[in-house]
């Protein structure tokens, strides 16, 4: 998943590249990771993000954790798969969240409790 910076004069909504896990026949039952693309309607409009989640992690330090999981808040949906790029994968034009009141309510839904705003990210918005 990437976003691309479409260029223009105008300041254009960032574009979302949707990209699927390959599928491994071997690997797939023994794969302690998943990445999950979803949305959320939320003040009438659309929210895209992803879902990351590993479990049975180990570090080189010899430490570990049985779980870990994130999301990533890529933004307000403006266009949904209105295209694809060279390689086949849809695009998506996207606005993305920077109203920090939005993005801590957001937080709260995608992730309630006292740990949602370590466990959710907003992609930033695009250098002009």
Not at 36 to 64: H, P, Q
Not at 81 to 96: F, K, M, T, V
Request: glycine residues 6%.
């Amino acid at each position: 998943m990437s976003v691309q910076k479409e260029t223009s004069h105008q300041q254009a909504a960032p574009t979302y590249v949707h990209v699927h896990q390959a599928a491994d026949p071997v690997l797939d039952d023994k794969r302690f990771t998943t990445s999950t693309e979803r949305t959320l309607d939320y003040g009438g409009r659309t929210v895209l993000y992803t879902y990351a989640e590993a479990s049975a992690i180990s570090f080189c330090s010899a430490s570990g954790a049985s779980y870990a999981g994130n999301m990533t808040v890529w933004g307000y949906v403006v266009r949904w798969q209105y295209g694809a790029n060279d390689r086949g994968e849809p695009l998506s034009e996207i606005e993305p969240v920077l109203d920090r009141d939005e993005q801590e309510q957001i937080s709260l839904i995608l992730w309630p409790g006292p740990s949602s705003r370590s466990r959710v990210s907003f992609h930033p918005a695009p250098s002009p």
